[in-house]
């Protein structure tokens, strides 16, 4: 995955690229902001690419960091590939400031990307992303059987379902049967 | 890419609720209907991810072989579902789905695939509006074939289209079962009324604004008036009773206190829209809150108005 016109992505955090958007500059210079996922490579991502995540506008607000607080402090989405984090950080750049198209072919098209994507998206609260992405996976039934629908997304049967609620019973039973004799030998 | 095994799965019931939700209503109508034949639990997850669609219509056509459901989705795609009688095979529309193939998918034990199929849909999705259209004489219905609608059936529907405005028309004749309806705010019924259980209707539909039927006996306008005098406050803004060969007065006002009108003629002609100057015109009174009424009955039929506050002082 490339790394996008306004960030790099290092294992340590980036220089700042200045590759300039366009001719007429901002008045205000732009902000930027460092995420890092699992694999602790950072991206650097501009405030403006970064309001597409409600979660991340959420933190970012009101923090007044300056661009050494902001590189001396990436924001860590320790639960989230750095892969994913860096499809999700080319997507917001992508789509900064402009209004999202009905369509977006850019999303990967292997479930097990999308299924950490989809996840990913929706932790970071990125509305429109996250409507693309659940179009993605509902369009991997469109005109499939039943049975096909069953295998593709993993539903288990009535009779499946039964079986794990009674193994989770159990378990559950056992457990607390574990908790209150362990509170049994507490009390002596 | 090609899809090894591993990748072409994706395992939806691992994803947070709402995302479930999000991605069943981006699902096409048909795909959402396979996933809630899955389990019992896919059942549950199309139902609450409400699926939005905007109508559909339960048609019951002349030729009972294009009896079918219409839906619109939301996605503007209009969908047609068989329900042809398992004899009528041949003349089932290619376009349309196969309603008896659709409720075989259903896990429901049922031995009339036509109410499992409807049952399950009206379960499942949010439908904005739901309309039954009736072409066919239903005076047939105790004919001994299955080509006809049934009255279980008719009640069946009527039990599962939970509306809050119902315009019935239709002839009904030797139907006789009765269908009390609940939570309705505007019922209006041509045709036949004797299906529809008048007793306590009030009661069972305290929202109820107007109630317009056609050809109801005179004792039964009678004990519609007695339930709104001795009831509880409700929105009711009118009652309309339509009979051709005139209501006798007796009948209708038989045991009930009656005053004289304050209404002018004036006033009359612009309240009741059937007003006639040969007419009989009275008020009435709610014994619990003092409201006022006024009954005008004429040759062509009888008509309530509720008085509010806000009106009277205008008169």
């Not at chain 1, 016109?5 to 590759?19: F, I, L």
């Not at chain 1, 007429?24 to 930027?32: I, K, L, M, Y």
């Not at chain 2, 849909?121 to 299955?146: C, G, K, M, Q």
């Given at each position: ?188 | ?137 239903i ?12 009255p279980?059936?008719l009640q069946?529907?009527l ?9 019935m028309?239709?002839?009904m004749?030797?139907l006789n079962f009765k269908y ?9 019924v041509?045709?036949s009324v004797q299906w529809l259980d ?118």
């Amino acid at each position: 995955m490339s790394s996008t016109e306004q960030g790099t992505s290092s294992a340590a955090p980036a220089e700042p690229t200045t590759a300039p958007e366009s001719a007429a500059a901002p008045e205000v210079p732009e902000s930027f902001y460092y995420v890092h996922g699992k694999d602790k490579v950072v991206h650097k991502v501009s405030a403006g690419a970064l309001q597409h995540s409600a979660l991340i506008h959420g933190m970012i607000s009101n923090l007044g960091y300056t661009e050494e607080q902001a590189k001396a402090n990436p924001f860590p989405f320790e639960n989230i590939d750095g892969d994913i984090l860096q499809m999700v950080v080319d997507w917001c750049n992508q789509h900064k400031g402009k209004p999202t198209p009905p369509e977006d072919t850019n999303l990967p098209k292997q479930k097990e990307k999308l299924f950490d994507l989809v996840l990913a998206v929706n932790y970071l609260e990125i509305k429109e992303l996250l409507t693309y992405c659940c179009k993605q996976v509902a369009m991997m039934v469109k005109g499939k059987s039943p049975e096909e629908i069953r295998e593709i997304w993993m539903i288990p049967t009535d009779a499946e379902d039964e079986a794990a609620e009674k193994e989770a019973k159990k378990r559950a039973g056992k457990e607390a049967a574990g908790e209150t004799a362990a509170a049994a030998g507490d009390a002596k | 890419m090609n899809e090894t095994p591993k990748n072409r799965k994706f395992g939806l019931l691992k994803c947070p609720f709402p995302l479930r939700e999000q991605v069943i209503r981006n699902m096409e109508f048909m795909d959402a209907f396979h996933f809630s034949t899955l389990s019992k639990r896919s059942k549950q997850m199309v139902r609450s991810a409400r699926y939005q669609t905007v109508c559909t219509t339960f048609s019951f056509e002349e030729d009972s072989s294009m009896d079918h459901i219409e839906i619109e989705t939301s996605k503007s795609e209009r969908l047609k579902i068989s329900l042809s009688n398992l004899n009528d095979l041949p003349k089932r529309n290619q376009n349309s789905f196969d309603g008896l193939k659709l409720a075989s998918l259903i896990n429901e034990p049922s031995d009339d695939y036509r109410r499992k199929l409807s049952a399950h849909l009206l379960f499942i999705f949010d439908f904005e509006e739901v309309s039954v259209h009736i072409e066919r004489n239903i005076e047939h219905a105790y004919v001994a074939s299955t080509a006809y609608i049934t009255p279980e059936y008719l009640q069946f529907v009527l039990n599962a289209t939970k509306a809050k405005e119902y315009y019935m028309d239709f002839k009904m004749d030797d139907l006789n079962f009765k269908y009390q309806l609940n939570d309705c705010e505007f019922l209006d019924v041509s045709g036949s009324v004797q299906w529809l259980d008048t007793d306590g209707i009030l009661q069972r539909n305290p929202q109820m604004e107007h109630l317009h039927l056609e050809e109801l006996q005179g004792g039964q306008i009678n004990g519609l008036l007695k339930q709104w005098i001795n009831g509880q406050v409700t929105d009711l803004e009118s009652l309309a009773f339509f009979n051709w060969d005139g209501y006798p007065n007796e009948v209708i006002l038989d045991g009930i206190v009656t005053m004289e009108t304050k209404l002018t003629e004036d006033q009359a002609i612009i309240i009741f829209l059937y007003w006639n100057n040969d007419g009989r015109t009275v008020d009435i009174q709610r014994k619990i809150d003092g409201q006022i009424a006024t009954v005008h009955i004429n040759h062509l039929g009888c008509y309530v108005h509720m008085w509010h506050e806000s009106e009277l002082s205008k008169l």
